[in-house]
């Protein structure tokens, strides 16, 4: 069954801009991690003003292999700069059911 583990960024106004240039420039490590199955950056619009970091993956045990090795290249700019989130929550699901439009 596939989780679904979401980072909820708290972005002050002046900083959503920052935010959004260092995902821009992300290391794109996780793209090649064992399990991984989808990444979003969601911006607020209406309803909350933090940033939903979505990423779903195979299995628990896959997303906390990555999660223990990702202080490398995916999250390389940390502890050198001042962050652009004031605040960082980690929200943890597991998929129930799912749909995709039909093909063909
Ligand atoms: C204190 C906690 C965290 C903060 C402030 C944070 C912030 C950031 C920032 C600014 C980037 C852009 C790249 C960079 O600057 O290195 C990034 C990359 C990323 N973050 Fe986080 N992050 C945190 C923890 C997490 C957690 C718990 C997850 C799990 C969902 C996550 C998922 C990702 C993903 C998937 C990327 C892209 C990595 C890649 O391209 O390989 N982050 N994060």
Do not use: C
Request: glycine residues 6%; proline residues 6%.
């Amino acid at each position: 069954m596939s989780v679904v583990k979401i980072n909820v960024l708290t972005v002050p106004p002046e900083m959503r801009e920052t935010l959004e240039q260092r995902f821009a420039a992300r290391a794109g490590a996780v793209e090649s991690s064992d399990g991984f199955e989808w990444f979003e950056l969601l911006r607020p619009v209406e309803g909350t003003d933090q940033y939903l970091v979505y990423t779903r993956w195979r299995s628990e045990e896959d997303y906390q292999k990555w999660a223990s090795e990702r202080m490398g290249p995916a999250h390389s700019g940390e502890g050198q700069r001042k962050p652009a989130a004031t605040d960082a929550t980690l929200w943890s699901f597991e998929v129930v059911q799912h749909a995709a439009p039909k093909t063909g």
